[in-house]
């Protein structure tokens, strides 16, 4: 790819239709460099090479560009959630504990985890398109931990909750170095597999039915 004299992509090299999704590209890429605090329209336009004002003819602001990011996100977690299911074999809780394992790669390759796709003021937005990719996402896991359990939805709520805390805790910890003196693997796949020993001994150590209060209507969004 040719570049200009700061060593960026050439301004004015995208045609109608091709901006938007590189857009949401570069964003990931930001993300992942920088985190969602330092996410910004013009950093992500720069990144590009194409003007400030470039991006605003797809995206009213920072947050629907973020909301397009995250609705993108949520559909390839879903994606490595299953690969990573089926990866796992037939045993439930090996199923479910390896989606922790499959978070904690995508957060290091991608930098949008669920601290981006159910950001707050992104939620606000109302957009149809990530509201309905983050329900899917959720349904997922939601179902992988029922069948991981063998119970109720209350108990399998209780545990996608701790499982999530889990896995974002790993994701979001992991660029500082904590987990490198106890994985016996370096980089990003030795803290996946710390997150999914942890998520192994949630399921072991979930309470049983009885213990997990009273049944709900069975999604933890309803």
């Known amino acids: 790819m040719s570049g200009n004299a700061q060593g960026g992509p050439q301004r004015g090299r995208y045609h109608h239709g091709e901006l938007r999704p590189a857009l949401i590209e570069a964003s990931f890429d930001l993300l992942a460099e920088a985190g969602p605090a330092a996410f910004s329209v013009a950093r992500v336009a720069r990144r590009l090479g194409v003007s400030t004002a470039a991006p605003y003819r797809h995206f009213a602001d920072r947050d629907h560009l973020l909301a397009a990011v995250a609705t993108r996100a949520a559909?390839?977690?879903a994606e490595r959630f299953r690969q990573a299911a089926d990866g796992a074999g037939q045993d439930p809780a090996e199923r479910f504990a390896a989606t922790a394992g499959a978070y904690v790669r995508f957060v290091g390759a991608r930098g949008a985890g669920f601290d981006v796709i159910f950001a707050r003021p992104l939620v606000a937005?109302?957009?149809r398109g990530l509201a309905d990719a983050g329900r899917r996402l959720v349904d997922l896991l939601f179902e992988l931990a029922q069948d991981a359990l063998g119970q109720g939805p209350a108990a399998a709520l209780t545990l996608l909750e701790q499982h999530v805390t889990a896995a974002h805790g790993y994701a979001t910890l992991h660029p500082g170095g904590?987990?490198?003196?106890?994985s016996p693997r370096e980089g990003v796949d030795g803290t996946a597999d710390l997150a999914v020993a942890t998520s192994r001994a949630l399921v072991r150590g979930a309470p049983d039915a009885a213990a997990a209060?009273?049944?709900s209507?069975?999604?933890p969004h309803d």
Do not use: I
Not at 178 to 182: G, I, Q, W
């Open 75 to 77: 559909e390839e977690l």
């Open 213 to 215: 209060g009273p049944t």
């Open 178 to 182: 904590l987990f490198s003196r106890v």
């Open 217 to 219: 209507s069975g999604r």
């Open 125 to 127: 937005l109302q957009d």
